[in-house]
Structures are given as C-alpha cells and as structure tokens.
C-alpha cells in the first residue's frame, strides 16, 4: 500500500527566508505526487502536482518541488516566503492506475516569523 | 469558477443520531470523495465513488455509508454518530480525464461536533 511521510509536524521560518518542507513516498510504481495547501478555515488547494517529465515542477504562489526517484522524496521549495504563506501543506500521493483517491501525509503546519 | 459545495459548515448533533453531510458539485466531475481531517493524522480517506449509485471504501470506511443518487450530489451518513466521529469532513471531486484524479477539488469542509 502507498503511504506518505512528511517528517516535520511545525516549521518555523522568518519572512523572506527560504522554505523545504519534506515529504517521503512509499509506491512500488511510479506515483503521481501532489502539494495542497490549506489555509485557516479553508478547502485545500493545489499547489502543483509531478507525474512524469522533467522532475522539477513549478507551482502556484512561486512554490516548486523536485522529485528524487533515489530518494523516494518530493521536497517542496520556495525561494522567499511571505506571511501569507502560513498554512498547513500536505504531500500526497496516488497510485497510477485507478479513480481511487490519493493517500495524504499527515501534514506539516508552517509558521511565518515577522 | 469551479465550485464544491458542502451543505453546512458547522454541525453539533447527539451520540446516536443519523447524520447526513451532503456535498454538490457543479463541475460534472465522475469522481467525488469523502476524507476525514483530524490533527496530527491529516486527510484520511472514507468512501469515494466513481459514477452514480457506485462506491468504493477508503482507508476507514467504518460506521459511515454513502449514497451517489445523482452525478452531482455525493452524501456522507453516519448511521449512528458516536463522539469518535467529531472531525472535520472534507469533500472532493474530480475528473479522470486524460490521466486520473489529476486534481482534486475540494469544499471548504464542515466540522462535526457529536456530543
């Protein structure tokens, strides 16, 4: 069975430093890998999603990921964070074959030090 | 703008209630989700369904049951609410497309409160 590991339950980050927000994947296969974003009192929402092809993908809100297949990781970035980026994030991955819905980490809860 | 719609927001029923979380949405989207969110376990899937009057167990599928009478509607019961069922219950949908669940859209979820 797919499970996904986020290792860091908080992180703290000044703003305008840099963000890594960690996720390991377990899957035999190739994974379809997503980063979701939820906000205070708010759905989640995609912030950008790795199937095949170039392994550094660009997402919303100046976010990227690089999936390492060595690693069995999908680490999510971003270059300078902003206040506005506090949140919950959550790695998910889904098998590639069926409708069946994606198996998501537990989360990891940012914080946005002034 | 794509929209998923969860009837409440905020529910507080009794031990033992019948519960019903209905969830629409208007993209006609064949598949739709009911996940479960609690701290420090994250998203946990319940039941998902792929077309009408079809349905599938997630992760944790007991105590709970689900109907797909129309494509666009998608309703999460809770036969018999018991205090272990307090969570907040996020519904999604999506459309297989040219490659599977490629995203997910999600309601704003509604937080239940079985007391």
């Known amino acids: 069975a797919q499970s996904v590991t986020q290792p860091d339950i908080h992180i703290t980050v000044s703003e305008g430093a840099s963000l890594e927000l960690r996720c390991n994947y377990s899957?035999?296969?190739?994974?379809?890998l997503f980063w979701y974003v939820q906000s205070p009192g708010q759905g989640l929402q995609l912030l950008l999603k790795y199937f095949s092809g170039d392994t550094l993908v660009q997402g919303i809100k100046g976010f990227e990921a690089e999936f390492k297949r060595s690693q069995s990781s999908f680490n999510l970035r971003k270059p300078s964070v902003h206040w506005s980026d506090a949140a919950e994030y959550f790695c998910a991955v889904q098998s590639g074959g069926g409708a069946d819905g994606l198996t998501f980490g537990k989360g990891t809860h940012l914080i946005i030090q002034p | 703008d794509v929209k998923v719609t969860q009837s409440s927001r905020y529910l507080v029923k009794r031990t033992g209630e019948k519960v019903f979380l209905e969830c629409v949405q208007d993209?006609?989207?064949?598949?739709m989700f009911w996940y479960r969110q609690d701290p420090g376990l994250g998203l946990r899937l319940i039941y998902f369904s792929y077309d009408v009057k079809m349905k599938e167990k997630g992760d944790i599928p007991e105590g709970y049951s689900v109907s797909r009478e129309k494509k666009e509607r998608f309703s999460l019961i809770l036969e018999s609410a018991s205090t272990n069922q307090t969570s907040m219950y996020l519904c999604a949908s999506s459309s297989p497309g040219g490659q599977r669940n490629e995203k997910l859209f999600f309601g704003s979820g509604t937080q239940l409160s079985v007391l």
């Open positions: 899957y035999g296969a190739t994974p379809y």
């Open positions: 993209m006609d989207h064949e598949n």
